[in-house]
């Protein structure tokens, strides 16, 4: 998944910093840079110190003290001789230098351990390490060469002297003569010696010097551009710094502003839930208190339409016991005949009057019956009504639910989508910081050994000439670490 432009520059930002730390080994661009002249290499080991010629004012002279200060003075040019030979072997001579050491890394040490050995291989086989050799590989032939003309003057010498001990012993009377010019001549060929000599010293002297103000040179301009090159990179630090914190502080306000908008959007729904609930609780309780007046109202007509009919019923009864407690004696006594036929109207009365009582009693019944199923079809509807609007209100809450599951569903995704990525940068963070620590390390082992390609160009020819007689880099001083 590629980076972002923003995560980038995140990321340069953390190996600006990484590569401004100190390294795992100390950047010295002047390895193999000796800017001073090195004393063991032209002066003898047994001129160090005072000479033996020169004697403190209470000095000893007895014969005795004497020889015991010519066998001291024997035994330390003997130890001086070994010394010197010793340091000449530990410097190889020319052959790969070998060191020992007890150290013993641990585990976690050995990574570290590597690359510092890498990085000396690197400085052992470095362009800087064959000037050096060149260096020193020039410094031994100019030993050399002023042994040479030395021992060849002293020969030339020893000769002259020879053959004027020679001719004195020949010509001695010639040679009482010619002795004030063969000392002056012999004078004048140590001075023109000397004098070679001198200027060969001061060559080298003022060669060394120019050597040393070119190096000054390099190093003053490699400091300058390391100087410019780590402003310039404190000043991007800076800007991608203040880029980070504006981005974090608009983050920040837009999160806040999408949760006030939320906190509002759940109270308003929360107070439509309420009110819905409210709503619904009133309308079921106005239902029931209208079902139960309903419900006494139909009681009370009932019961006023049979206390009613009784009332008709009883007067009816009293009427005819009185029509029949008026007349009945008489009739009885005028004519036997209207008797049986009052009897027979009473009866057939009484029979009317029994079935208009079980018509009226079924009619009742019926009407009864038809009320209590009205009363039960009129419940039985507001229960269907009831549980529809019960039904609608699951239905509603079920919506509801399935809106919160479906939102909590998409949040839970978001979130697992935000989590992958945040994994997926994180991974690729990883991978991306791995790789730089990686090239950090091969450039440690390499940073700070080679010349760069200003410095290549000015030594081109000292190259080309170190190439020709060295060959290769030879370890013949001391490595500086």
């Not at 160090?48 to 209470?58: E, I, K, Q, R, W």
């Not at 362009?127 to 060849?152: F, G, I, P, S, Y």
């Not at 551009?225 to 983050?251: F, I, V």
């Not at 308003?268 to 079921?284: L, P």
Request: proline residues 2%; positive net charge.
């Amino acid at each position: 998944m590629p980076l972002d432009e923003q995560r980038t520059k995140y990321l340069l930002g953390v190996l600006a910093k990484e590569n401004s730390k100190t390294g795992t080994f100390r950047r010295t661009p002047a390895v193999f840079r000796e800017m001073q002249m090195d004393t063991h290499k032209t002066m003898p080991a047994e001129n160090f110190g005072p000479s033996p010629d020169l004697l403190p004012a209470n000095f000893k002279s007895s014969p005795d003290y004497l020889s015991m200060m010519k066998t001291d003075r024997a035994a330390a040019k003997t130890r001086r001789t070994r010394a010197n030979s010793a340091r000449h072997a530990s410097l190889g001579n020319g052959e790969p230098v070998q060191y020992s050491s007890v150290f013993r890394p641990r585990p976690d040490q050995e990574h570290a351990c590597h690359l510092t050995t890498q990085h000396r291989q690197e400085i052992a086989n470095s362009e800087w390490a064959l000037l050096d050799t060149l260096e020193a590989h020039m410094t031994n032939q100019a030993r050399e060469h002023r042994h040479r003309v030395v021992a060849t003057k002293a020969a030339r010498q020893r000769g002259h002297l020879d053959a004027q001990v020679r001719d004195r012993e020949t010509i001695l009377q010639k040679e009482s003569n010619l002795r004030a010019q063969e000392a002056a001549i012999l004078e004048g060929e140590i001075a023109a010696c000397k004098a070679d000599e001198a200027a060969a010293k001061e060559a080298l002297r003022q060669q060394n010097l120019k050597i040393k103000a070119d190096r000054l040179s390099q190093l003053e301009a490699t400091r300058q551009a390391k100087q410019a090159a780590e402003q310039h990179r404190r000043a991007e630090e800076a800007k991608t710094l203040a880029q980070t914190k504006a981005m974090l502080e608009a983050e920040q306000a837009a999160a806040a502003a999408k949760a006030d908008v939320l906190r509002l959007a759940a109270a308003c729904t929360r107070q439509e839930n309420e009110e819905k609930i409210r709503a619904k609780k009133e309308a079921n309780e106005y239902l029931k208190k209208r079902d139960t007046d309903l419900m006494k109202a139909n009681i009370e007509l009932l019961e006023k339409q049979d206390a009613e009919r009784e009332a008709a019923q009883k007067a009816f009864q009293e009427s005819i016991a009185a029509r029949v407690r008026g007349a009945g004696t008489k009739a009885l006594d005028d004519n036997r005949a209207l008797l049986e036929r009052e009897n027979r109207l009473i009866k057939q009365f009484e029979e009317q009057k029994e079935r208009e009582a079980q018509a009226r009693a079924q009619y009742e019944k019926e009407k009864r019956e038809r009320q209590k199923h009205d009363l039960l079809q009129a419940r039985q509807d507001h229960l269907d009504l009831k549980e529809q609007r019960a039904a609608a209100a699951r239905d509603e809450m079920n919506r509801l639910r399935d809106m919160a599951e479906a939102k909590a569903r998409e949040e839970a995704e978001a979130e697992a989508r935000k989590m992958a990525g945040i994994r997926a940068r994180a991974v690729n963070t990883k991978d991306f910081l791995s790789t730089q620590i990686t090239n950090k390390e091969m450039k440690s082992v390499v940073d700070g050994v080679g010349m760069s390609e200003h410095e290549r160009r000015l030594n081109k020819k000292l190259l080309e000439h170190a190439s020709r007689i060295v060959g290769h880099p030879q370890q013949l001083t001391v490595i500086p670490f």
